[in-house]
């Protein structure tokens, strides 16, 4: 998940980097003894919780370690376990001196389980499975014992099999085919593992390590950071194609829209791609390559040639083609702000009406913004607070009655980004109060940014929008400025990551090194920030968020700022609570949700073991209530429409969550009018 606040800091001082490895270690490998040890000890001093890296955090590592390899403990053997579990305490000092070497006899054990566990596979799908016999199973193996035994795990394997069958078979695959995805599955997992380097190995063991200390600290490998790079500033420079891996073969998944291979126009979906070449040079063929390795030829600078040899699936079998693309700077749209216009009927007395409220509705996927072009040029860059800047502008020029900010799945981005969209709406203001590593600094930041939009606004929330989601949220909510729908309230992450860039080459450290708190001094680790109004969601009773996750930082408050709220909203949120109430029992939509929080509530939380003729029964009973559900992504034409006058429209996908935040927010309108 892109849950970070980050800011890019060149990390210098790093001769380690280049000093002579004592450890074994292969020529082409980059982390040996010296930059692992480095790695470490910059990660520990650098680290939110000063924790030391002593036995107890030696322990963690050790079980991360292993977790990551077999969370559902299927492949080690009990003996396995036990025979690493002597050094469970010495991981820390490993690490310091820079040794790896438990990494890769753990990770060689895994791959030797692994193959075996495929022998089993292939010998158990050679059967045939009868689902009228009633068998048990265990949903999550986390906190299984390992197998004893070979027959033990044997056994187990072939139990998983039947699960995972008959899964398929009730999403209406053949029991051919399930075989076949099935052992494709395990043959691709295989063949990733195998592929692994020991840089690979290493920079797990690492982000082990990274892991005991909180969930969002970690080491980017140079790959690793050149797709977190994309994925923040919204761009790369490439051919603009989506690839998979697929039994060997680097697969198109989908072309982007308006890059460089969609306006070349010969390559194609689902094409595999063979070979590439570079320019005018000669074809390198990346057949069992590993995907990141194929990408790493394809992309490049922009206006440079590469070439493509694809086999292309035809009447005749499969045809070769030869394909050179210009590479290009690919925008990644579907990643930026999206907004449109929605006419919504009034009420008035119960009576039908004419008049219709303008909302403008933003969609936010995260706080993206280009750091390069920032720097190089400030005043022209790509940035969320930007494109929702020109979003407002136009509808404040629309003149709409009403604004929704749409953070569902909203999983964060650039600290700044949420700084300055605040002052979007509260004008310059304090936002967000960050705390240094050991107290030793608290910052108040405040947005530079004038209010644009002034007017009814509401936001709406899910247990997945984080982070820089949560600033700009608890700031909105502080203020009294905006009204807060959705989830009970929102993921729960507080803290700050910074990336400390390591020489070229060599990655990246994401490290956790402050926790950020609400104007009114609130944190929004583990708790999140609350909403208003609750709607039904089965997110609500699921375990989701910070507070689930595993060495999660602690909650803590400070004193607040000085600041003042912009409203008083706690008289009308009272009677908006009322009216939503009445919307939701009347819904459908609504109801069916309900009915899934009891399903989930009295049966599926509580539930350590399932059968096969079970989950036979449930399914059949699920399809059967289930024939007429959702049409919740189109428009019903006689209650919404999009405003075909406005030129800001993007036809937002409007679901059942938006129609009921629209329909708060028209209370809203209402409401403040009658008062006003």
Request: proline share 4%; no cysteine.
């Given at each position: 998940m892109k849950v970070l606040n980050c800011l890019f800091i060149k990390l210098t001082a790093l001769f380690f980097l280049?000093?002579?490895?004592?450890?074994?270690?292969?020529k082409d490998q980059k982390l040996n003894g010296p930059v692992i040890k480095g790695i470490v000890e910059q990660f520990v001093s650098?680290?939110?919780?000063?924790?030391?890296?002593?036995?107890?955090?030696?322990?963690?590592?050790?079980?991360?370690?292993?977790?990551?390899?077999?969370?559902?403990?299927?492949?080690?053997?009990k003996n396995d376990v036990e025979e690493f579990r002597k050094y469970e305490t010495r991981v820390d000092d490993m690490l310091r001196r820079g040794d790896a070497n438990l990494a890769f006899d753990i990770f060689e054990r895994f791959k030797k389980r692994l193959s075996e566990r495929l022998a089993m596979m292939e010998e158990f799908l050679k059967e045939d499975f009868d689902f009228s016999k009633d068998e048990r199973w265990v949903l999550d193996r986390s906190d299984?014992?390992?197998?004893s035994t070979s027959s033990e795990a044997r056994k187990t394997w072939r139990t998983k099999i039947k699960f995972d069958l008959l899964t398929l078979k009730l999403s209406d695959t053949s029991l051919n085919e399930g075989k076949e995805r099935l052992m494709k599955r395990i043959r691709g997992l295989w063949k990733e593992y195998s592929q692994y380097e020991n840089d690979d190995i290493v920079s797990m063991f690492i982000n082990s390590m990274a892991a005991a200390f909180d969930p969002h600290s970690s080491y980017l490998a140079a790959q690793e950071l050149k797709n977190f790079d994309i994925s923040i500033k919204l761009s790369l420079e490439g051919i603009g194609a989506v690839l998979r891996w697929e039994d060997g073969y680097t697969v198109v998944n989908s072309i982007v829209p308006g890059g460089a291979a969609a306006r070349q126009g010969t390559l194609n979906a689902d094409d595999k791609i063979i070979a590439v070449s570079q320019g005018d040079g000669p074809f390198e063929s990346v057949i069992d390559m590993r995907l990141n390795d194929v990408v790493q030829l394809i992309r490049g600078k922009r206006g440079t040639k590469v070439g493509l040899q694809v086999l292309r699936k035809s009447k005749?079998?499969?045809?070769?083609?030869?394909?050179?693309?210009i590479r290009d700077k690919i925008i990644l749209k579907d990643g930026e702000a999206q907004s449109s216009i929605f006419k919504y009927p009034v009420k008035e007395d119960n009576k039908k009406s004419s008049k219709k409220n303008r909302i403008g509705v933003i969609k936010l996927p995260s706080f993206y913004v280009d750091f390069n072009d920032r720097r190089k040029n400030p005043r022209n860059f790509k940035s969320a607070s930007r494109d929702v800047k020109l979003h407002l502008k136009e509808f404040v020029?629309?003149?709409?009655?009403?604004?929704?900010?749409d953070l569902r799945n909203n999983g964060g981005g650039g600290l700044d980004e949420a700084i300055n969209m605040a002052g979007l709406f509260i004008g310059r203001n304090p936002v967000v109060i960050v705390r240094q590593s050991g107290g030793r600094r608290i910052t108040v930041h405040r947005s530079r940014e004038k209010a644009i939009y002034k007017g009814p606004l509401l936001i709406i929330l899910n247990r997945y929008s984080a982070s820089a989601s949560e600033i700009l949220a608890g700031a909105l909510h502080d203020f009294n400025r905006a009204i807060l729908a959705g989830d009970t309230t929102t993921f729960g992450k507080g803290t700050v990551q910074n990336i400390f860039q390591l020489p070229e080459g060599y990655g990246a450290l994401k490290v956790t090194i402050a926790q950020f708190y609400r104007v009114s001094?609130?944190?929004?680790?583990?708790r999140g920030v609350e909403t208003n109004l609750t709607l039904p969601s089965i997110n609500n009773v699921r375990e989701i968020g910070e507070s689930t996750l595993e060495n999660a930082l602690p909650w803590r408050s400070i004193d607040p700022v000085s600041y003042?709220?912009?409203?008083?909203?706690?008289k009308i949120i009272s009677k908006l609570k009322i009216l939503s109430k009445k919307r939701i029992e009347n819904s459908n939509f609504f109801k069916n949700i309900n009915e899934d929080i009891d399903l989930y509530l009295n049966s599926?939380?509580?539930?350590?073991?399932?059968?096969?003729?079970?989950?036979?029964?449930?399914?059949?009973?699920?399809?059967?209530?289930?024939?007429?559900?959702?049409?919740?992504?189109?428009?019903?034409?006689?209650?919404?429409?999009?405003?075909e006058n406005s030129e800001n429209n993007e036809e937002l996908q409007l679901d059942d969550y938006l129609k009921e935040s629209m329909a708060i927010l028209n209370d809203y309108i209402k409401l403040t009018l009658k008062d006003n």
């Open positions: 280049f000093s002579p490895s004592n450890s074994i270690a292969k650098m680290h939110y919780s000063q924790k030391p890296l002593d036995d107890e955090m030696s322990s963690r590592i050790f079980t991360i370690f292993l977790n990551r390899l077999d969370p559902s403990h299927y492949y080690f053997l299984q014992p390992y197998p005749k079998g499969f045809d070769t083609i030869k394909i050179t693309i020029e629309e003149k709409v009655d009403g604004v929704i900010l001094g609130w944190s929004t680790q583990n003042k709220a912009s409203q008083n909203l706690k599926v939380k509580h539930l350590k073991y399932t059968s096969i003729l079970k989950i036979q029964e449930d399914d059949a009973s699920r399809k059967s209530k289930r024939d007429l559900e959702i049409s919740n992504a189109k428009l019903n034409e006689e209650i919404l429409s999009i405003d």
